[in-house]
């Protein structure tokens, strides 16, 4: 059976025609595109690309083989409506939401009430996924739709843009309040989430953009681990805006905001008929965010 990534795969390479270029498109380098394509094949059965042509075209394997990828995309789509006519009768308004543990522990719970107010009928079920695993969750119909915070290429999934995140650098009251750029901080212990997490791809774009990077690196399993470290006066941390209301750091620490937006709060999902849901979603979003972070103005 081909399961979404594989039918992306091949999907991508019938369009490109080239291996070479397939694997530029997919973010995976070209001996590891070859070993999938031929693990296809063997578990098909049968050859989908004709090699000996350059450009590559497709066998008639692959072309029957397409053939019912389109029907079953079709019918797929035929499901979707359907299931929509049920949750606008009434008869099944359920919504799976999953999120980062980060924001189910400082947006989903105080959002989640204002969704049922908008929608009285709704029946929801919330669950943490971490950044590596929300796209195959919703490929698979595990989730229904995923609250991240960082932007998604993922042609088989759709996603609205919420707001963005602001990142602050935060340090202890200690460190000289002059220091408004992070060389100036050269010196000082980075506390910072391991390289899966999004906080930590964000912070590794801040410092090639900043053209920075520190001598001196500790990992920590959670935002709150890391600010536990800066409140004791060990070094400095970066924080989402959405998160600092909550942490409110401010009476033992002194922060400043990253220029540039590194940090986007997006809703991911698959289904096109939650589009309504998503769009109210995306607002209450943005006014909880917007009253939450007033008092970053006033400092």
């Given amino acids: 059976m081909l399961d979404h990534k594989n039918i992306e795969i091949i999907k991508t390479i019938k369009n490109v025609k080239n291996i070479s270029q397939a694997s530029k498109e997919l973010f995976t380098a070209q001996p590891n595109l070859s070993r999938s394509l031929k693990k ?3 578990n098909l059965g049968f050859k989908i690309f004709n090699r000996s042509n350059v ?4 066998t008639p394997e692959g072309e029957i083989l397409f053939e019912y990828i389109e029907k079953m995309e079709i019918l797929e789509k035929e499901m979707f409506n359907s299931i929509n006519s049920l949750r606008i009768e009434g008869k ?3 919504i799976r939401i999953g999120s980062l543990s980060f924001l189910s522990q400082y947006i989903i719970p105080n959002i989640v009430p204002k969704l049922i107010n908008s929608y009285p009928n709704l029946e929801l079920s919330l669950t943490k996924y971490d950044s590596s695993s929300f796209e195959r969750a919703l490929l698979n119909n595990e989730i229904d739709l995923f609250i991240t915070n960082r932007s998604i290429n993922n042609k088989k999934l759709k996603s609205t843009y919420v707001t963005s995140d602001k990142i602050y ?12 750029d992070l060389k100036d901080f050269s010196n ?11 906080l930590r791809k964000s912070v590794e774009d801040i410092f090639c953009d900043y ?3 520190p001598t001196n690196i500790k990992m920590t399993s959670s935002i709150m681990n890391c600010v536990s470290f800066v409140l004791a006066k060990k070094g400095v941390t ?3 805006e959405s998160s600092l209301s909550m942490i409110n750091p401010i009476s033992n620490c002194e922060f400043f905001a990253i220029e540039g937006d590194y940090a986007d709060i997006t809703i991911v999902y698959r289904d096109p008929f939650l589009e309504d849901k998503v769009n109210t979603l995306s607002k209450i979003i943005i006014n909880y965010l ?10």
């Fill in 40 to 42: 296809i094949e063997n």
């Fill in 55 to 58: 450009p590559l075209n497709l």
């Fill in 92 to 94: 099944n308004n359920f």
């Fill in 169 to 180: 650098l935060i340090f202890p009251k200690s460190i000289s309040k002059s220091k408004k």
């Fill in 188 to 198: 000082e212990t980075f506390y910072l989430l391991n390289p899966i997490k999004n």
């Fill in 211 to 213: 053209n920075f990077y």
């Fill in 238 to 240: 970066f924080v989402y």
């Fill in 290 to 299: 917007n009253n939450k972070n007033k008092f970053l103005s006033k400092i």
